[in-house]
């Protein structure tokens, strides 16, 4: 079975470019997740989606970020325009409902705004 | 609001000698745990979960962890570790039916020949 599938892997910009990422959860998982990382701490959530609707945005920017999942499968997330304290990595995840929904993790998309 | 704490943030060991990463966690009603690996540039692998029964539970690689109620902490420990288990650890805590995992600040993992 094949994993959550995050892309780009690596993105580097300069500040005031857009940027986006995409995530593919595991197949039938219906909540899907995106995580902020930033370097030396431990992932921090910024929105979750129970198939196609963000049940909780609250720790989600939303003056530059945004993010949408079409037909509660494949996920987006962008930030416009990028700002050079949004390096860091994001991370996607996915689980099954109802809890104890293990989180299973992509491998991230590294972001360097230059 | 549920927080976890996780007391060092680097432990180095020579390769065979056990380990332990301690975690404490606080919650006011009751939890699901969970260690998470993380390896250079890569995503977090999960490594073990506690979801209820036994309190000593057993993930891959070796480790395993000992949930303990009155002392709200969730260990993780290896008899023998490897150069390959050089990674973070992260714990993790989510609450009963809320989905939120809240995670530590992880522990850097640094097993020397």
């Known amino acids: 079975e094949a994993g959550v599938v995050q892309s780009p892997r690596y993105k580097i910009i300069e500040k005031k470019q857009p940027v986006a990422f995409w995530c593919n959860p595991i197949?039938?998982?219906?909540?899907l997740y995106w995580y902020l990382q930033n370097l030396g701490q431990g992932p921090e959530l910024l929105i979750r989606y129970e198939n196609e609707e963000a049940v909780d945005d609250s720790q989600l920017p939303k003056d530059r970020f945004s993010a949408e999942r079409l037909k509660g499968v494949d996920s987006t997330l962008k930030i416009q325009p990028a700002e050079l304290g949004d390096s860091a990595v994001y991370l996607c995840a996915s689980s099954l409902d109802p809890p104890p929904n293990i989180q299973y993790f992509g491998a991230g998309t590294r972001l360097s705004v230059l | 609001a549920q927080s976890v704490t996780q007391l060092d943030s680097q432990v180095p060991v020579f390769e065979e000698a056990p380990v332990e990463l301690r975690c404490n966690y606080s919650?006011?009603?009751?939890?699901?745990l969970f260690w998470y690996v993380q390896y250079p540039n890569q995503g977090l692998q999960l490594l073990l979960k506690y979801l209820s029964g036994s309190t000593l539970v057993k993930g891959i690689n070796g480790f395993e962890a000992e949930f303990n109620k009155s002392q709200t902490s969730f260990h993780l420990r290896k008899p023998s570790v490897h150069i390959s288990d050089t990674a973070e650890y992260f714990c993790a805590v989510s609450e009963g039916s809320n989905y939120k995992l809240t995670f530590g600040k992880g522990t850097l993992l640094t097993v020397n020949p």
């Open positions: 919650s006011s009603v009751s939890v699901y």
């Open positions: 197949s039938g998982h219906n909540t």
